[in-house]
């Protein structure tokens, strides 16, 4: 049996600072043992009313035999969110791809353009009231919370806990649902938190590839960095490392095994928060790209990080934007090359990548709406 959510238009803050989210349409007692989480196929009907249907089951089962929310013939993005505190007293709600100020489903653009759209939902364990203990549920089950996922009479539960991190059931369920994928094309995109979940899962993916154990098919070309999170220290469950050097370490393997495609885009000074790591020896390995979302306001930190996604997934429906310079007299010019945004190629984001550039929004500040973006290009 299909499991199905439809998800109506209300924005989730992966933060967790402020929630406005609407209800999954399955009713529970308050407090009733429940656990739902996996990968969920994206279709978006003819009225933009947009569907989520579950893929695999939580023991890695595929039960989705429906074309118009995956074709194995098409390339595939699929989308992680981050942290989520507050969601299961909110009716388990999940993240969709509506985006309100251009009153628009982002998703829709890249269904037209024959792609598959996947989010991997993790809420109910991504639902703590402090980031680390929902980031160590990505990378291990020996966190200081274990594997608790909440209810929504804000209890935590364990009884059904899995047994494996749910960066090892993301890679379990992700291969299934894809095995089979001619497409060549596939993408991963993880917001704040959840860079570290498409990061964790693409390496994996890279090392079945190195050992034969997973179809090189199956690969990322590209992992999107959307203004992405990690934590300061050190973590006993990654052997000391930081959460962001372990990202680092993972993208580089990446880079040299596989030649995949990395962007970050940095729309937020949510690194900037005390708990945060800048993460800067990563800037110089991926493209890295500065947003500058003036239409909000300059201390709204919470909105221009939650329209890293939306800024992402909307600009699918347009070309590339522009890439230009500016002379010491302030005129503008245009290079020719495309900047970076969903539309861009994998192959111009590898042209980006490295050490000696970043490029920064000049044009399409003022608007939610990308399509008038432009990026001047600047020495590192």
Known sequence: MQLKTIINKAPLCSLALSLALSVSGQVHAAGEEYLDFGLHWVDIDSNGTETQIKG?????????????????????????????SGMAEDGYSKEDFFFDEVNANTAESWKDKGWNVGIYHWGQFADESEVKDAESKMWSTQGEQGMRYRLDDGSYSTAQAPTQSIGELAFDHITAALDGNSSGNIRFAGHSLGNQLAVFVAKQINDGVNNGSVSSDLM??????????????????????????????????????????????????????????????????????????????????????????????????????????????????????????????????????????????????????PSDDQFEIKNY
């Open 56 to 84: 695999v089951d939580h023991d890695g089962n595929v039960i989705l035999n429906d074309a118009d929310y995956y074709d194995s013939g098409k390339p595939t993005v699929i989308y992680f969110h981050g942290w989520q």
């Open 220 to 369: 990322p070309g590209r992992v999107d960095l959307l203004d992405p999170f990690w934590s300061q220290d050190g973590k006993s469950f990654l052997n000391g490392d930081w959460t962001g050097e372990r990202v680092r370490t993972y993208i580089n393997d990446m880079i040299s095994d596989q030649d995949i495609a990395v962007t970050w885009y940095k729309t937020s000074g949510i690194f900037d928060f005390w708990i945060g790591d800048q993460n800067t020896n990563l800037e110089k390995d991926v493209a890295l790209i500065n947003n500058r979302f003036w239409y909000l306001s300059s201390t709204d930190i919470v909105n221009k990080h939650i329209h890293a996604r939306k800024f992402y997934f909307m600009s699918m429906a347009s070309a590339a934007p522009e890439e230009v310079t500016i002379n010491w007299w302030g005129r503008r010019s245009e290079t020719g090359y495309d900047a970076a945004s969903a539309a861009t190629s994998d192959y111009r984001i590898k042209v980006m990548m490295g050490d000696d550039y970043e490029w920064d929004q000049v044009e399409g500040r003022y608007t939610a709406d």
